[in-house]
């Protein structure tokens, strides 16, 4: 299994301007993890790199195992419709965008469905004209619509989720939303071909659950028609009933917050996965040459894969170094530095500035009660993707 860093000799074939940009992201993160944890008294901005924006709490689809719509998420409805009246007009991020220009972070824009936050493509331009990586993770059923604007503003890279072969993934993430990908994908490579581009860099992002294990590899095969660059095997965020109540009752006691978003993960599409023949599936996918890079989320050993999904916790990655390098923007604006987890906001751009707030009172009384817990992560993040993506590997795991 191939580790996040296989992507950037991927892009230095694709572009070498694109390479540059995510190995000096990489190389901030690497140095990141060897620091001496800072807290007060430190500006924290000289090692911030990476910036998550969930731009909008609106999506067109409703994924079974997805965290803020799926069975247990709770931005749904009219929740998320009152929710949508609160998201951060673009003038708004331009001004952080600036603040943060000279740093260049990769930007990462989700969502919700970032297709539906209203001036999308007036950010992405404004964040690229900055120097900025820019990466946009879609569930892709509105790709077909915007391809030619996308190609023509050539945007960086592109992640559309795909979770399995046609009627699997529409078990998964809605009926008919294979077909509206697979339409969005031609689209794109229509475009390219007509605009002589080779930009954006396209991906597939596959989350693993107990629904969609055992047909990996007829998607892997599916995906060799769309010409992508990149496969990205994500093996799931995933907590249970007893690390919720641990992780709530820890977040209450030293950050004084109720946590409610981790709940939307305890779903059960963890269980009954075979590890060793997920293994296998996943040994057959890396070692077959489909014509892009396959990347499993976290790489384990093969003798842990079962572990991962039966045994949640026992940390297969710790340390987080999300506080010290990285933030997420919620969509009304609030900082926070889990993606995943917004209860705990540290500030919000609509207010003060992203500097002030990264270097906060607030930002630091989280690093001080992350830091404080066992092996440097909250009991509620030991299947994390953030923390999967970017906390240091147990040994052995
Ligand atoms: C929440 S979505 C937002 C962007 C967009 N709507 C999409 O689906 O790509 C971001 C990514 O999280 C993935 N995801 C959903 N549920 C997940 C889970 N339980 N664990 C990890 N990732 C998950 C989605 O498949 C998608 O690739
Ligand atoms: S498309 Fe994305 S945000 Fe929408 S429900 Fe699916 S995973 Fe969640």
Redo the contacts with the bound molecule.
């Keep these: 299994m191939k580790f996040n860093m296989s992507v950037v000799p991927m892009l230095l074939h694709k572009n070498l301007g694109l390479a540059f940009k995510m190995a000096r992201g990489f190389f901030k993160m690497e140095r990141t993890k060897l620091m001496k944890r800072h807290f007060e008294n430190y500006d924290h901005m000289k090692n911030f790199c990476l910036i998550y924006m969930?731009l909008t709490p609106l999506?067109n689809?409703r994924?079974v195992?997805?965290?803020?719509?799926?069975d247990k998420g709770v931005l749904k409805g009219e929740f998320a419709a009152n929710e949508a009246k609160s998201i951060v007009p673009v003038e708004t991020y331009k001004k952080m965008i600036d603040e943060l220009a000279e740093k260049k972070p990769v930007y990462y824009l989700?969502?919700?469905?970032?297709f539906l936050y209203p001036d999308l493509f007036e950010l992405v331009r404004y964040i690229q004209s900055k120097g900025s990586f820019c990466s946009i993770?879609?569930?892709?059923t509105l790709l077909e619509k915007y391809a030619e604007q996308i190609v023509k503003d050539k945007w960086n890279v592109i992640?559309?989720?795909l979770?399995a072969f046609k009627d699997v993934n529409d078990e998964m993430?809605g009926p008919g939303s294979y077909d509206r990908v697979i339409k969005g994908f031609e689209a794109i490579n229509r475009e390219k071909k007509k605009q002589g581009s080779n930009l954006p860099v396209m991906g597939v992002?596959?989350?693993v659950?107990n629904k969609n294990y055992k047909s990996l590899a007829d998607l892997a095969v599916a995906c060799k028609d769309l010409e992508i660059d990149l496969h990205m095997y994500?093996?799931?965020?995933?907590t249970n009933d007893e690390i919720f109540a641990k992780h709530k009752a820890y977040f209450k006691e030293k950050l004084g917050t109720d946590i409610y978003c981790l709940e939307?993960?305890n779903?059960g599409?963890n269980e009954n996965i075979d590890g060793a023949e997920l293994h296998k599936i996943l040994d057959t996918i890396h070692s077959t040459n489909y014509g892009y890079l396959s990347i499993t989320v976290p790489a384990l050993n093969p003798e842990k894969t079962h572990e991962y999904y039966a045994k949640l916790d026992v940390p297969v990655r710790n340390h987080c170094i999300v506080p010290w390098c990285q933030a997420n923007i919620n969509y009304n604006g609030d900082v926070c530095f889990c993606a995943?987890y917004s209860e705990y906001p540290l500030g919000n751009i609509k207010e003060q500035s992203f500097k002030e707030i990264y270097n906060g009172e607030r930002a630091n009384k989280f690093r001080h009660a992350i830091s404080e817990c066992e092996g440097g992560i909250f009991p509620g993040c030991l299947?994390c993707?953030q923390n999967m993506l970017f906390g240091k590997k147990i040994k052995g795991y």
């Design positions: 969930k999506c689809l994924c195992m997805c965290g803020q719509r799926g989700w969502g919700g469905e970032p993770n879609t569930n892709g992640f559309v989720s979770d993430r992002v596959t989350t659950t994500n093996l799931g965020t995933y939307g993960y779903t599409y995943d299947r993707y």
